[in-house]
């Protein structure tokens, strides 16, 4: 099992920028895949970025392609997903996550644990 330490959420303006981290322990790091999962009030928990377990691929969803951007770091143990060009429908909770077992892709079908959340809220 993995446990995580999220931060970097907060209130920012359109435009802003944030950058999110995951630091995680329990499991060897380097052993799996990460990502950023986001839920909105109201709407279904959504798979927005992800990174194989050595930082070599990476993929994104549309809505956030070309403004964010996922990395890792695995000698810190620690995912981070930066955000450029914050727009209101970026409001949401964010959750890193860490693929189970020996998965070095994170999906939504194999997610293993999950963070505690942090909220992210950007006004127009």
């Known amino acids: 099992q993995v446990q995580f330490v999220e931060s970097g959420g907060g209130l920012v303006q359109a435009g802003d920028s944030l950058r999110l981290s995951c630091a995680a322990s329990g499991r060897t790091f380097s052993n799996y895949g990460m990502g950023w999962f986001r839920q909105a009030t109201g709407k279904e928990r959504e798979l927005i970025a992800d990174i194989s377990w050595d930082g070599g691929r990476t993929t994104y969803a549309d809505s956030v392609k070309g403004r964010f951007t996922i990395s890792r770091d695995n000698a810190k143990n620690t995912v981070y997903l930066q955000m450029n060009s914050l727009k209101s429908e970026d409001t949401a909770v964010y959750y890193c996550?860490?693929?189970?077992?020996?998965?070095?892709?994170?999906?939504?079908?194999?997610?293993?644990?999950w963070g505690q959340g942090t909220q992210v809220t950007v006004s127009s």
């Open positions: 996550a860490a693929a189970r077992g020996a998965y070095l892709r994170l999906s939504t079908v194999n997610v293993g644990d």
